[in-house]
């Protein structure tokens, strides 16, 4: 499950509206989806709560991801392509995925260590990525669980556990663990984080080996 590597296929989602907005700064839209990712991770965090708030959560996670996908959409578009708004959108999506990801491991969905285990995965993944690049092999999206996949779990699970709420079965009682759905969730970044963040590795690491030869 990559969906990084389908971005070409939501374009007819992009472009009509780049094109609306091609007169605006691609770093503006860039703000909107790291504030969106912010007041995310707060609804997640107060949603054990008021469970309406995970609806709402996961509503704004959508708009965050689709701002961060629009903004590289609207600089290619007008031109305003540049170094500097490749590094500030690098540097806003490793904050979004504390913010959307954090909100949740600290809240009483999840226990704090699987949290912290899940975003330790998360980050390493997306450091391999650009990392790659940064020593002169190609940039990697590949591996199990890519910044699009966080985004679509990250939508999804909120709706699950609302509707687990909803019908009594909020969580999974495993002899005298108990695991909420978000908490799955989470479980799963911190495994699949980890191992893509190794597959980038080796990946990267071969693709020097060629690059040396």
Known sequence: MVLDTQ?????????PVAKKLINVNPNTISWLGLITAFVSGVLM?????????LLIGAAVVIISGYFDALDGKIAKLSGKASKKGDYLDHVFDRYADLFMIGGVAISAWCNIYIGLLALVGVLLTSYMGTQAQAVGAPRLYAGLLGRADRVVLSTLFPVIQ????????????IADWSISWMEIMVIYFAIMGNVTAIQRGIITWNNMSKMEE
């Open 7 to 15: 971005r070409a296929r939501v374009d007819f989602l992009l472009a």
């Open 45 to 53: 965090y107060l949603s054990p709560e008021n469970h309406w708030f």
């Open 162 to 173: 609302f509707v687990m709420c909803m019908v009594g079965f909020d969580a999974i009682q």
